[in-house]
């Protein structure tokens, strides 16, 4: 149907001598049928080619915010001075019963976990809270992570909402997602490769444990106290031993580890561990036996050999890590030091750790677990309130 309206000129025009009003109309249909076919004849706007199609490729990345996502993004010095900034927050709270004057007063962090978690949760929820925040638990039912809504999305509507994101994901891929739209620091609470705030409270706590009496854990340098000590892993090549290959190196640790074959840690992670390693002089070593690996050490560390998403291999993982289990016995005849120390990240289960050791006088896995408070205490004070580290 032609929509456009042709006008006709309403001029009297006098037809000549002997028009007969038949010849009129047929003159007028005609001039209809001709004004018609040069609007149809005549140039039209040419259509607009290759219009630009936008895509998740032409959303900007949010540049200049700190965040915490790998045990790397902190260098020795920095994660020095984290570890001594938690033990002073601890002193300051349980010995001398100060409060931290509110600096996140007003301010709000939301925890957005997609897996479970009993210490993680505890230890930031209070931590915000002592420092006058507001943490906002955001479970796998409570917001569409990654679910219905894609983590873009989520990542540039939860940070334009919330002053800080504590992120406990699935793949890595996932929480550096988050952190490239993030417009508020993000802090890793675990992912399938790191676990930095665990390890974090495994280093607070062995430099506690081995401050000379009469010092000040907050006073003294962790590169004094934990430099040389041996820590060897017997378990699972997974994103605690990474976090911890990264970091004791930092330290002047050494650390030797014994995985079952088709568990070793990741290639990529053990190589720059292996370059940490070198560049700070201090020993790493894989084996496959667990008596390699406990040999001459100060501190023995273990974890799940089942994590969450992993229950469908129990069965196969049980059989591969026949003989890894840690008891006294193990440890004492593979001839690690006298006064040797235990840690584990917990929950444990009995095939990992016997009673023996998870309950005697050497294992400091409660007072590990309770450092996780005042590690991502302090972690959550550096990028939000001092805006950096």
């Not at 809270?129 to 796998?140: E, N």
């Not at 000379?212 to 060897?232: C, E, I, V, Y």
Request: aromatic share 6%; glycine share 6%.
């Amino acid at each position: 149907m032609l929509k456009s309206t042709i006008r006709l000129t309403s001029a009297v025009v006098h037809p000549p001598h002997g028009y007969t009003p038949a010849a009129a109309a047929a003159v007028a249909a005609t001039a209809i049928t001709s004004a018609a076919r040069a609007f149809h004849t005549s140039p039209q706007p040419a259509k607009q080619q290759h219009q630009k199609v936008y895509s998740t490729a032409d959303v900007p990345s949010a540049t200049g915010v700190p965040h915490l996502l790998t045990d790397n993004d902190l260098s020795p010095k920095q994660l020095s001075d984290i570890i001594q900034s938690a033990c002073l927050f601890k002193h300051q709270a349980k010995v001398l019963g100060q409060s931290s004057g509110a600096p996140l007063a007003g301010k709000t962090m939301a925890l957005m976990f997609s897996k479970r978690s009993t210490r993680t949760r505890v230890a930031t929820e209070t931590a915000v809270a002592y420092l006058g925040g507001h943490a906002m638990f955001l479970g796998s039912q409570d917001i569409q992570l990654g679910v219905n809504e894609s983590l873009l999305d989520t990542s540039k509507v939860v940070s334009s909402m919330v002053d800080g994101i504590m992120a406990r994901v699935g793949a890595h891929s996932e929480i550096e997602t988050l952190a490239k739209y993030s417009t508020v620091p993000i802090i890793n609470a675990l992912s399938d490769l790191y676990h930095p705030t665990q390890i974090l409270a495994d280093l607070m706590t062995l430099h506690e444990l081995y401050t000379p009496q009469g010092q000040d854990p907050h006073t003294t340098a962790p590169t004094s106290t934990l430099k040389n000590l041996r820590l060897a892993w017997v378990g699972d090549g997974n994103n605690i031993l990474h976090s911890l290959m990264l970091q004791l190196p930092k330290v002047g640790m050494h650390i030797t580890m014994a995985t079952p074959k088709g568990y070793e840690p990741n290639a990529e992670i053990l190589k720059q561990a292996q370059k940490n390693a070198e560049a700070h002089g201090t020993d790493l070593e894989v084996y496959h036996d667990p008596k390699d690996a406990l040999r001459n050490a100060d501190i023995i560390v273990t974890d799940t050999w089942i994590s969450m998403g992993q229950e469908e291999e129990k069965k196969q993982r049980l059989t591969s890590f026949a003989g890894y289990q840690l008891t006294t016995d193990l440890i004492e005849k593979s001839g690690a030091h006298a006064d040797w120390k235990f840690l584990h990240c917990l929950p444990r289960k009995q095939e990992e750790v016997t009673d023996d050791v998870f309950y005697s006088p050497r294992s400091h896995v409660f007072q590990e677990a309770e450092n996780r408070k005042w590690t991502i205490l302090a972690c959550i004070n550096q990028l939000l309130v001092k805006k950096g580290f």
